[in-house]
């Protein structure tokens, strides 16, 4: 382990260890168009433990305008699971924190309003606030009120100026992707009532470990959090957290309930979250170093897999150019010879070169035209949906390459 000397956490200012480094990564979610000429945006992408606060970030936090800007291609709507994820948040949020009439509530990243959608149905008072002018004017366009900003202290201060003071605060994958919390939590101080609380959503570094899916980290991902680490950020900026609860989206996650000190009963879940943690040693040094190691191996896997296939004259395609498949292509060094094409129903991406390996994007449709021989998983944490979609490429006789846990053919 090499100690980041440079680098101080940002929650708590404690040194800050790196345990893995990624290489030089483009960012995410930057599509490139065949004969671009201005040069493409790379960055150290690596991974740090707080020796103090032991908050797992990233040790170079790369400037939010290029990740999160008008052409941002992501949509939170874009899968049938996730639609259903939200449809059961935004209810159960109606059941309780939003049940009379005169209720508020904000989302911090709304994204193309996907959840904010269902709460302006039932007539609540909402306000989703997101950087990403594209996708906001798609939520517009759904009749869900957004404001094209960062949520900060001075976006909230605005708010409460305007709009008044909140009942409940939502963000869904979001959090993690802010490197200053320290201003977004002094302004859910400024925009929540007294007993507000404050819901959000997030990948969860267990899971990370367990699964050894190091493709979760990428440049939109700055904090990969543990029920410790979030506990401690929050008691820093006067709340405390009252609830944790598991989530089977995203390849797993965790959603955090938090309320001003003392407001609220903390459930049980809680300490058995954070005794679970002790247990697994999970925010020990020793774990981030064997997790290194593992992702070292899986690299080596999948790389060696590839390079079988292409000897053996195989066709390999990859399936959803996600903002995860990043690492991994440019991490294992994946190549258009490797890996011939990527198929993604994203239209935005379509007709353009992934991020720093250029393969080329396809629709959907193309993918059966014809089949190839193997295909490379990327959006693994849909593999449900997308291999119900796409039953006919098995009998085809096509078969599909994972690497979450492992590498594998399926
Ligand atoms: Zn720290």
Same mark, same amino acid.
């Given at each position: 382990?090499?100690?980041?000397?440079?680098?101080?956490?940002?929650i708590c200012r404690g040194p800050v260890w790196q345990f893995l480094d990624l290489g030089r990564q483009?960012? %995410?979610?930057?599509?490139?168009?065949?004969?671009?000429?201005?040069?493409?945006?790379?960055?150290?992408?690596?991974?740090?433990?707080? !020796?103090?606060?032991?908050?797992?970030?990233?040790?170079?936090?790369?400037?939010?305008?290029?990740?999160?800007?008008?052409?941002?291609?992501?949509?939170?709507?874009?899968?049938?699971?996730?639609?259903?994820?939200?449809? /059961?948040?935004?209810?159960?949020?109606?059941?309780?924190?939003?049940?009379?009439?005169?209720?508020?509530?904000?989302?911090?990243?709304?994204?193309?309003?996907?959840?904010?959608?269902?709460?302006?149905?039932?007539?609540?008072?909402?306000?989703?606030v997101e950087p990403s002018a594209g996708v906001a004017r798609i939520a517009e366009d759904a009749e869900?009120?957004?404001?094209?900003?960062?949520?900060?202290?001075?976006?909230?201060?605005?708010?409460? !100026?305007?709009?008044?003071?909140?009942?409940?605060?939502? %963000?869904?994958?979001?959090?993690?992707?802010?490197?200053?919390?320290? %201003?977004?939590?002094?302004?859910?101080? =400024?925009?929540?009532?007294?007993?507000?609380?404050?819901?959000?959503?997030?990948?969860?570094?267990g899971d990370i470990v367990a699964k050894t899916s190091y493709d979760q980290i990428y440049d939109e991902?700055?904090?990969?959090?543990?029920?410790?680490?979030?506990?401690?950020?929050?008691?820093?900026?006067?709340?405390?957290?009252?609830?944790?609860?598991?989530?089977?989206?995203?390849?797993?996650?965790?959603?955090?309930?938090?309320?001003?000190?003392?407001?609220?009963?903390?459930?049980?879940?809680?300490?058995?979250?954070? !005794?679970?943690?002790?247990?697994?040693?999970?925010?020990?040094?020793?774990?981030? %170093? /064997?997790?290194?190691?593992?992702?070292?191996?899986?690299?080596?896997?999948?790389?060696?897999?590839?390079?079988?296939?292409?000897?053996?004259?195989?066709?390999?395609?990859?399936?959803?150019?996600?903002?995860?498949?990043?690492?991994?292509?440019?991490?294992?060094?994946?190549?258009?010879?490797?890996?011939?094409?990527?198929?993604?129903?994203?239209?935005?991406?379509?007709?353009?070169?992934?991020?720093? =390996?250029?393969?080329?994007?396809?629709?959907?449709?193309?993918?059966?035209?014809?089949?190839?021989?193997?295909?490379?998983?990327?959006?693994?944490?849909?593999?449900?949906?997308?291999?119900?979609?796409?039953?006919?490429?098995?009998?085809?006789?096509?078969?599909?390459?994972?690497?979450?846990?492992?590498?594998?053919?399926?």
């Amino acid at each position: 382990m090499n100690p980041s000397e440079s680098f101080r956490c940002r929650i708590c200012r404690g040194p800050v260890w790196q345990f893995l480094d990624l290489g030089r990564q483009p960012i %995410s979610d930057a599509f490139r168009t065949a004969g671009d000429t201005d040069p493409e945006f790379f960055f150290d992408l690596a991974v740090g433990r707080c !020796a103090a606060c032991t908050m797992i970030q990233l040790t170079n936090a790369v400037p939010r305008e290029r990740m999160f800007h008008a052409g941002y291609p992501y949509l939170s709507s874009g899968s049938a699971v996730m639609r259903e994820h939200f449809a /059961r948040t935004a209810a159960s949020f109606l059941e309780t924190e939003l049940r009379d009439d005169g209720s508020f509530v904000i989302e911090i990243g709304c994204n193309d309003g996907v959840m904010l959608g269902m709460i302006a149905e039932a007539g609540r008072r909402h306000l989703g606030v997101e950087p990403s002018a594209g996708v906001a004017r798609i939520a517009e366009d759904a009749e869900v009120r957004v404001r094209v900003a960062f949520f900060e202290e001075s976006t909230a201060r605005d708010i409460v !100026a305007t709009e008044g003071r909140a009942d409940l605060a939502y %963000s869904a994958n979001t959090i993690c992707h802010i490197p200053y919390l320290d %201003s977004v939590f002094r302004g859910l101080d =400024a925009v929540l009532k007294p007993s507000g609380i404050f819901v959000f959503e997030d990948p969860y570094f267990g899971d990370i470990v367990a699964k050894t899916s190091y493709d979760q980290i990428y440049d939109e991902h700055f904090y990969y959090f543990t029920v410790r680490s979030v506990r401690e950020m929050v008691r820093r900026f006067g709340f405390e957290l009252v609830d944790v609860a598991p989530l089977a989206v995203h390849g797993g996650e965790l959603r955090y309930t938090v309320a001003r000190a003392g407001q609220r009963t903390v459930t049980p879940a809680v300490a058995e979250w954070l !005794a679970a943690e002790e247990r697994a040693g999970l925010a020990e040094a020793i774990t981030c %170093s /064997r997790f290194a190691a593992n992702v070292g191996a899986n690299r080596r896997a999948l790389r060696g897999l590839l390079e079988r296939l292409h000897e053996a004259g195989h066709s390999v395609a990859g399936y959803g150019a996600t903002a995860k498949s990043a690492t991994v292509t440019n991490f294992v060094g994946i190549t258009p010879e490797l890996v011939s094409y990527v198929c993604d129903s994203t239209p935005a991406k379509q007709g353009r070169l992934t991020p720093g =390996a250029h393969l080329p994007v396809l629709s959907p449709e193309r993918f059966r035209e014809p089949y190839p021989d193997y295909a490379l998983l990327f959006a693994w944490n849909h593999a449900e949906e997308i291999m119900a979609k796409e039953h006919e490429f098995r009998d085809h006789g096509g078969r599909w390459i994972t690497y979450v846990p492992d590498v594998a053919i399926r």
